[in-house]
């Protein structure tokens, strides 16, 4: 395995040891006069006016400023934290009834616990094979537990989906993944969107004959590569606040034709038994190398 010099190694601590520095995105509602529309209100009296949930994106947008000052995290010495436990019920009924059918009020508010703050960084619509209503999102919270004296940032993204209801678009089902800081820097060919390509599609599905440059657009990165079927392929990742690349999307073209979604499963299709990658492994140094 090559070891990396100096300047690798700053470059690994400014790609995962540096939080976020992007704008916040769920900015609505700033006064305490919504909130006290639904403030004496259980779960189940709420009734959100419609126009919070006319598109998909103003759902998203609502139901995270909502969240915004949502606070549980089991009391803290200097007094109320935002607007306390208020938002919760309210922010449940973004939810879609079959959605709440499979997940209580109190699993919901549970979930929630050790937060006190909740920063949208990312949001934006992905491609759904099956025609549906997808998002991407990221968010920063700020994290604090009973018993412990300083608080934290935590970082978490995951996927969402929508449906639309007779009151509008609501939350049929929410992904959440926390972020690690430590792993990344440390361990791994899979954080690393082009790793990932050419271990997955290279190494076990001997499908790559010539890998294209990445086009890299803000948190986007487009990865192409010609296969040896003759076809050409293009892989969607986004990059998480700690540095790592998640696949979104993956597009397929053949000649001149438009580029198809597809879904492909390398470690389904393409391995015959269960590898495990090692630090130092040959593997691994063969991506490191």
């Not at 920063?119 to 991407?136: A, M, N, T």
């Not at 089902?173 to 997955?200: I, M, N, Q, R, T």
């Amino acid at each position: 395995m090559q070891k990396r010099n100096k300047m690798d190694i700053t470059s690994y601590h400014q790609k995962y040891f540096r939080p976020s520095c992007l704008k916040v995105l769920n900015l609505r509602f700033n006064s305490w006069e919504f909130y006290s529309l639904f403030s004496e209100k259980t779960h189940d009296q709420i009734k959100l006016p419609p126009e919070l949930t006319r598109t998909p994106e103003d759902t998203l947008l609502n139901y995270f400023s909502v969240l915004r000052e949502a606070e549980n995290m089991g009391g803290r010495s200097c007094g109320t934290v935002g607007q306390a436990r208020t938002p919760f019920p309210i922010a449940y009924n973004f939810l879609s009834k079959e959605y709440q059918n499979k997940l209580s009020y109190d699993e919901y508010f549970n979930s929630f616990a050790g937060i006190g703050h909740t920063s949208l960084i990312k949001l934006f619509r992905v491609p759904d094979g099956k025609k549906g209503i997808k998002f991407f999102y990221e968010v920063e919270t700020i994290e604090g537990f009973k018993g412990k004296r300083a608080e934290y940032f935590g970082y978490s993204y995951g996927f969402i989906q929508l449906i639309h209801e007779k009151e509008g678009f609501r939350i049929s089902d929410l992904s959440k993944f926390e972020e690690d800081f430590l792993c990344a820097p440390y361990h791994g060919w899979d954080h690393d969107g082009e790793a990932v390509v050419e271990v997955k599609y290279g190494s076990w599905c001997k499908l790559i004959q010539q890998m294209y440059p990445t086009v890299i657009t803000g948190y986007f990165k487009n990865i192409y590569f010609h296969g040896t079927d003759g076809a050409d392929y293009c892989f969607i990742f986004v990059t998480l606040t700690n540095g790592t690349d998640v696949e979104i999307a993956q597009y397929r073209k053949v000649s001149n034709d438009m580029w198809i979604q597809v879904n492909m499963k390398p470690e389904e299709e393409c391995l015959t038994e269960k590898r495990v990658l090692i630090p130092g492994s040959r593997l691994e140094g063969e991506i490191n190398s």
